[in-house]
T-cell receptor
Framework: TQLLEQSPQFLSIQEGENLTVYCNSS?????LQWYRQEPGEGPVLLVT?????EVKKLKRLTFQFGDARKDSSLHITAAQPGDTGLYLC?????????????FGKGTLLTVNP | GAVVSQHPSRVICKSGTSVKIECRSL??????MFWYRQFPKQSLMLMAT?????????EQGVEKDKFLINHASLTLSTLTVTSAHPEDSSFYIC????????????FGPGTRLTVT
């Protein structure tokens, strides 16, 4: 089983603070996805990273893929209450249109006003 | 973007009864649909992979006779929880991949099942 370790599991911060969430594995990813899920809803794809060392930005969110493609991070600048949610990283399987996703355990973020 | 719907969004059933959850791809044909379950404050756990016109492939530890999956068309997959028990109470989420185009999974909004 190719496990994904996410940390921290829970994070509660004040509005305006910065934070980083990590996703690690002992094996190489062909690609990695980050999702955000709000309570009672399905996960929404934020970004897909495929190239070692890749950095992608989505407004105040910065996603980084490790050079060795075994780890990734999500950094949020000046967090807002609307950023509250469960952040999940996921890796694909063997590729193609039928690949399965394996999710990390998630980071439950609460941003307090 | 592609839209996946689930019905119902919430359902309460009595222990011992069966309940069916539908997953539909609204604007694309789905080669494959996936069913996940999620317990509170936990991640998604894949239950089964469903290909149109063939039997579903279940993950280890998931009882295929308890969680019946039917994928009769390219836009509809159903999950039936048979003889439901309180421990089956969970959030069930489906996703679908498009027949043509990138292999991204599009997730439904989930169904909250409560078994009393």
């Amino acid at each position: 089983t190719q496990l994904l370790e996410q940390s921290p599991q829970f994070l509660s911060i004040q509005e305006g603070e910065n934070l980083t969430v990590y996703c690690n594995s002992s094996s190489v990813f062909s690609s990695l996805q980050w999702y955000r899920q709000e309570p009672g809803e399905g996960p929404v794809l934020l970004v897909t990273v495929v190239t070692g060392g890749e950095v992608k930005k989505l407004k105040r969110l910065t996603f980084q893929f490790g050079d060795a493609r075994k780890d990734s991070s999500l950094h949020i600048t000046a967090a807002q209450p609307g950023d509250t949610g469960l952040y999940l990283c996921a890796r694909g399987g063997s590729g193609g249109s039928n690949y399965k996703l394996t999710f990390g355990k998630g980071t439950l973020l609460t941003v307090n006003p | 973007g592609a839209v996946v719907s689930q019905h119902p969004s919430r359902v309460i059933c009595k222990s011992g009864t069966s309940v069916k959850i539908e997953c539909r791809s609204l604007d694309f044909q789905a080669t494959t649909m996936f069913w996940y379950r999620q317990f509170p404050k936990q991640s998604l756990m894949l239950m089964a992979t469903s290909n149109e016109g063939s039997k579903a492939t279940y993950e280890q530890g998931v009882e295929k006779d308890k969680f019946l999956i039917n994928h009769a068309s390219l836009t509809l997959s159903t999950l039936t929880v048979t003889s439901a028990h309180p421990e089956d109470s969970s959030f069930y989420i489906c996703s679908a991949t498009a027949r043509q185009g990138p292999s991204e999974q599009y997730f439904g909004p989930g169904t909250r099942l409560t078994v009393t």
